[in-house]
């Protein structure tokens, strides 16, 4: 089973709409974050989490809120979901005291917003 | 803004060739590393370099950092048609615990 998961692979919305993407995993790792990806501007940092009760806003957080459950679980939300929400989004998640802060990403979720 | 910038956009290779990309960076780092993508995928980890190395290898994977010109560079010699996908850097700037990546290089490896 994957380490990193996240749900759903796939949306489609329309523009207003309130929705929500999920990430889970099984590393045991503290920290997790949230990335999208726009062709021909790499990933960007939405959103990241050092443990459950420690929230931090990336580079474009605008738009976008998020909650940490559980150590496991980190989820996006999309309040008034808009066009240029469209990109493909990521969930990572390191740990500082493992293998050299490398990150471990989920597979991803396209989204499309109309 | 983008921390990382990485040249070429773009590379066609043949198979047995090497390739090499370069990414710039902006700020002093911690450390770099270097991910894979394959088309639409998640990325993954192909190697970490500390802002205190200036050469690292793993495998077919050699990577150099000049922290005086704020750049690396990601050398994959003798390339195979698996080796296609995009290539991004990734930098931990000093005093934070988040990562910045760059735009990303496509490879493509013709057999």
């Known amino acids: 089973d994957a380490d990193v998961t996240q749900t759903p692979r796939n949306r489609i919305t329309k523009t207003g709409k309130r929705i929500m993407l999920e990430c889970s995993q099984t590393k045991g790792h503290d920290r997790m974050y949230w990335y999208r990806q726009d062709p021909g501007l790499g990933l960007r940092l939405i959103y990241y989490s050092f443990d459950v009760k420690d929230i931090n806003k990336g580079e474009i957080s605008d738009g976008y809120s998020v909650s940490r459950q559980a150590q496991a679980k980190f989820s996006l939300s999309l309040e008034s979901a808009i066009p240029n929400q469209t990109a493909l989004y990521f969930c990572?998640?390191?740990?500082?005291?493992?293998?050299?802060?490398?990150?471990?990403f989920g597979p991803g979720t396209r989204l499309l917003v109309l | 803004s983008q921390q990382g910038e990485e040249d070429p956009q773009a590379l066609s290779i043949q198979e047995g060739e090497n390739a090499t990309m370069n990414c710039s960076y902006k700020?002093?780092?911690?450390?770099l590393q270097w991910y894979r993508q394959n088309s639409g995928r998640g990325l993954v980890h192909l190697i970490l370099?500390?802002?205190?190395?200036r050469e690292k290898h793993s495998g077919r994977l050699r990577v150099t950092l000049d922290t005086s010109k704020k750049s690396s560079s990601l050398l994959i010699t003798a390339s195979r048609a698996a080796d296609t996908a995009s290539y991004f850097c990734a930098t931990s700037p000093s005093g934070t615990y988040k990562y910045i990546f760059g735009t990303g290089t496509r490879l493509k490896v013709l057999a």
């Open positions: 700020t002093s780092i911690n450390n």
């Open positions: 370099i500390r802002s205190n190395e």
């Open positions: 990572a998640t390191s740990d500082p005291g493992g293998d050299q802060e490398t990150q471990y």
